[in-house]
């Protein structure tokens, strides 16, 4: 696992969306996370493969954006923005495994070969009858 450093993420408080009454307009309690991929002290693998992601929340110039609004803290929707982030670079921390190529078994072939021919039958039996 990476932890991430929490001096190279930046955090801008906003107003939250959606209903929260008088509350939401008075209140700047939803935060934006920002974290340059790029700048930061991660493994260079892990950077490649953060960067190589196709997710929506990191920008062309990879930096990562997170939005946390649920809570009516600004407290907890910091530390729901990091979780967030910790667990974007824990699905890249370890590397994928590499696929190796192998052969289908003997006993597979013969089984689809199998299955081809009992096909065959289905449809050569849907064929009219030829009088003699």
Request: charged letters at 30%; zero cysteines; proline letters at 4%.
């Amino acid at each position: 696992m990476v932890a991430v450093n929490e001096n190279e993420v930046e955090f801008s408080a906003i107003r939250a969306q959606g209903a929260g009454g008088q509350n939401v307009n008075k209140v700047s309690s939803a935060v934006h996370l920002r974290f340059n991929i790029r700048a930061s002290s991660l493994p260079d693998p892990v950077k490649e493969r953060l960067l190589a992601m196709s997710d929506q929340r990191i920008t062309d110039e990879g930096v990562v954006v997170i939005k946390a609004q649920t809570s009516r803290s600004q407290d907890m929707n910091r530390q729901d923005a990091l979780r967030r982030l910790q667990e974007l670079v824990d699905s890249v921390a370890t590397p994928p495994r590499v696929r190796r190529a192998t052969k289908p078994s003997y006993g597979s072939k013969q089984r689809r070969l199998e299955g081809k021919s009992q096909r065959g039958e289905i449809k050569a039996g849907r064929t009219k009858v030829r009088g003699e």
